[in-house]
T-cell receptor
């Protein structure tokens, strides 16, 4: 079974802080993804990576960056957190379809 | 512009009956479609998928139908069970084997009533 692990289930940070969300997968997948889920908006793609040190912008990359130094780990970085980044963040990985998701990090920015 | 649309925010179905969830898309480049199920406080779980070269795919109680000319797909659940109560997301990809992300609809909250 594919396991995608997100380091925190719940996180509370303050406006202006630099925030790191970590994701690890155990299936040696090439591709990893970060989404955010908001009520009434579904899941929206922030960034994805198809190889170590490679990254591509998704549909809503503004205010975010990512890091992929090792194949199994994909980090999402909020450079200066703002209240409109309060959301559920979901990491996923895959080789072929489908994508497999972690359980999410519910991030609150105060 | 929303490329994947789920026009019903919620759907209520009696236990044992058929649940039909609908999804429309606008991007002709989409060639692979997936349905995910999501419980609160959990990540989405993959249910079933279909490639654009097919018009039907079945897996147990779940069947997905694709009508390419209408740019429409639907998920049928027969018979519906209480554990099927969840939010269902339709998703699409324009490069089935490529390294791009999925485009999701806004979801339909399915409620199975006893």
């Amino acid at each position: 079974d594919v396991k995608v692990t997100q380091s925190s289930r719940y996180l509370v940070k303050r406006t202006g802080e630099k925030v790191f969300l970590e994701c690890v997968q155990d299936m040696d997948h090439e591709n990893m993804f970060w989404y955010r889920q908001d009520p009434g908006l579904g899941l929206r793609l922030i960034y994805f990576s198809y190889d170590v040190k490679m990254k591509e912008k998704g549909d809503i990359p503004e205010g975010y960056s990512v890091s992929r130094e090792k194949k199994e780990r994909f980090s999402l970085i909020l450079e200066s957190a703002s209240t409109n980044q309060t959301s559920m963040y979901l990491c996923a990985s895959r080789d072929n379809q489908p994508q497999h998701f972690g359980d999410g990090t519910r991030l609150s920015i105060l | 512009d929303q490329q994947v649309k789920q026009n019903s925010p919620s759907l209520s179905v009696q236990e044992g009956r058929i649940s039909i969830l609908n999804c429309d898309y606008t991007n002709s480049m989409f060639d692979y479609f997936l349905w995910y199920k999501k419980y609160p406080a959990e990540g989405p779980t993959f249910l079933i998928s279909i490639s654009s070269i097919k018009d039907k795919n079945e897996d147990g109680r779940f069947t997905v139908f694709l009508n390419k000319s209408a740019k429409h797909l639907s998920l049928h659940i027969v018979p519906s069970q209480p554990g099927d109560s969840a939010v269902y997301f339709c998703a699409a990809s324009s490069r089935g084997g490529g390294a791009d992300g999925l485009t999701f609809g806004k979801g339909t909250h399915l409620i199975i009533q006893p």
